[in-house]
């Protein structure tokens, strides 16, 4: 089966332009999160669908980000302007459901440089 | 504060030698748990999980985990290890808030290197 799928896979941006990501989930997942991966952490969820619906977007900084995820499949991520903290590992990852036993499948990041 | 902590930044181990990562975490309720792996241009893959039952863990490419509430730890294992384990080990919790859960929390991280 195919899995998750993202692009593109490396971005180099100036610090206030734009930039968006795409990620096309695994066939079936209902849900669907973004997660911002900086250098030396672990990843940070920014947002997760559930279909074509918000379900937690508590870390998503609203004032630059926006996601969306039209008809409940694909998404994209965008950022609008760009800082230089954005610099990071944009990862998404998609699950069958919602539960905590629904195992999250995460696609290959898109790695993001602001200069 | 809540948090989940892996101590060791960076390890290295001889290729055939045991490895052990450590992993802690703090949380009022034990949250599931989980070991993920980063290698080098691929996604996160989940090693192994546990949610509850038997404290010891089996999970794929022969790593296992043990679950110690006492020590509020969930250290990863691998009695062997192959050139091909280099790469990044994530600990990762979803807090249990009793009739509902939080979303996938991870530490930072440890990187593996082995020696040949």
């Known amino acids: 089966e195919a899995g998750v799928a993202q692009s593109p896979r490396y971005k180099i941006i100036e610090k206030r332009q734009s930039v968006a990501f795409w990620c096309n989930p695994i066939s079936g997942h209902a849900t669907l999160y973004w997660y911002q991966q900086i250098l030396g952490q672990g990843p940070k969820l920014l947002i997760q669908f559930q279909n074509n619906g918000v379900v937690d977007d508590s870390q998503l900084p609203k004032d630059r980000f926006s996601a969306e995820r039209l008809k409940g499949v694909d998404s994209t991520l965008k950022i609008q302007p760009a800082k230089l903290e954005d610099s990071a590992v944009y990862l998404c990852?998609?699950?069958?459901?919602?539960?905590?036993?629904?195992?999250?499948?995460f696609g290959p990041g898109t790695r993001l440089t602001v200069t | 504060a809540q948090s989940v902590t892996q101590p060791d930044i960076h390890i290295t181990v001889s290729e055939g030698a045991s490895l052990e990562l450590r992993c802690n975490y703090s949380y009022g309720a034990t949250p599931y748990l989980f070991w993920y792996v980063q290698s080098p241009g691929q996604g996160l893959q989940l090693l192994l999980k546990y949610f509850s039952g038997d404290t010891l863990v089996q999970g794929i490419k022969g790593f296992e985990a043990e679950f110690k509430r006492s020590q509020s730890s969930f250290n990863l294992r691998k009695p062997s290890v192959h050139w091909s384990d280099a790469a990044e080990y994530f600990c990762a919790v979803v807090p249990n808030y009793g009739g509902s859960q939080g979303n996938l929390i991870f530490g930072k991280g440890t990187k593996l290197s082995v020696k040949p």
């Open positions: 990852a998609s699950s069958l459901d919602r539960g905590v036993w629904d195992e999250q499948y």
